[in-house]
């Protein structure tokens, strides 16, 4: 069993990849699947479409593995490829749009309190329905919540990931944060009355 922590297992498995090595690019294939499917997710509208987007970024890993140079964690390599590849993907279709108000909502976001308190609470709830309930955020709203709670980008970092200026990612993410938390609120209604 390789252990993907090991440094030596790693070279030893992207080295073998590199040459072609079928078994091996099995392995690496299935060792991030579960978990990567779970980002891609988190930036897509359905299973269909993160399936799709996890298979192209999986395919950009494999292109540059030459490129790893065993520094830092794999999986954190890998991991960015992922998002990077989801961030590419939302960014291309067509509904994506990110609203330019520029610094129009920044006295409106919600404090930091606030947001941890929220963050809480969407914690304690299943991970299965927390992205489902982020699949129902604009491509927009979507993205630049999971830059920001999941990724731990800051806004300067968000900002220039989608092209946007600093105002327009806090201004997204008041906007996710309010849109997730009356979804999250509707979900709780609806099983109250179940």
């Known amino acids: 069993m390789i252990n993907l922590t090991n440094k030596d297992d790693v070279k030893d498995l992207v080295e073998s990849c590199i040459k072609g090595n079928r078994k091996s690019q099995e392995l690496l294939y299935k060792s991030f699947y579960g978990k990567m499917l779970v980002v891609c997710m988190r930036y897509s509208r359905n299973r269909e479409e993160a399936q799709d987007v996890l298979h192209d970024g999986l395919i950009k890993v494999f292109s540059k593995l ?75 709203y979507r993205a630049v919540f999971n830059l920001f709670a999941v990724e731990n980008m800051q806004h300067k970092e968000i900002a220039e990931t989608l092209n946007i200026s600093i105002g327009t990612s806090k201004s997204n993410l008041a906007k996710a944060k309010v849109k997730l938390k009356e979804l999250i609120e509707k979900y709780r209604d609806k099983l109250e009355y179940e």
Do not use: C
Request: glycine share 4%.
């Open 66 to 140: 030459k490129s790893f140079e065993n520094k830092g964690s794999f999986e954190g390599w890998v991991r960015r490829i992922i998002v990077n590849v989801a961030i590419d993907h939302v960014r291309s279709r067509k509904d994506f749009y990110i609203n330019e108000e520029q610094e129009f909502l920044l006295d409106n976001i919600v404090d930091e309190s606030d947001d941890v308190a929220e963050l809480e609470k969407i914690k304690k709830m299943n991970a299965e329905t927390i992205i489902g309930l982020m699949q129902k955020l604009s491509p927009s």
